[in-house]
């Protein structure tokens, strides 16, 4: 007679299917927020990115006109008063 009651150690194939179901079900839940998370943080280096440009771009442009206003005040205000002078 074999003794029939001993006590099993360790997971049966059932549990070892369930660990493994759970398992791919979060890594499933978990990699697209991990993408997403990857994609807003290079998009907004990118928006960062182009807010400075922005910045640049609008400070050179004030610049440009303030060149054009002195060239405009010079053509046409201060060189018909020469002109005027010189007569």
Known sequence: ME??????????FYDLMIGGIILVSMIAMFIPAIYIRNM??????DIDELQTTHSVLIEENRDLERKINALKFKYEI??????????
């Open 3 to 12: 003794n029939k009651n001993f006590n099993e150690k360790g997971l049966n």
């Open 40 to 45: 807003i943080y290079y998009i907004s280096i």
């Open 78 to 87: 201060a060189d018909p008063l020469n002109i005027e002078l010189e007569d």
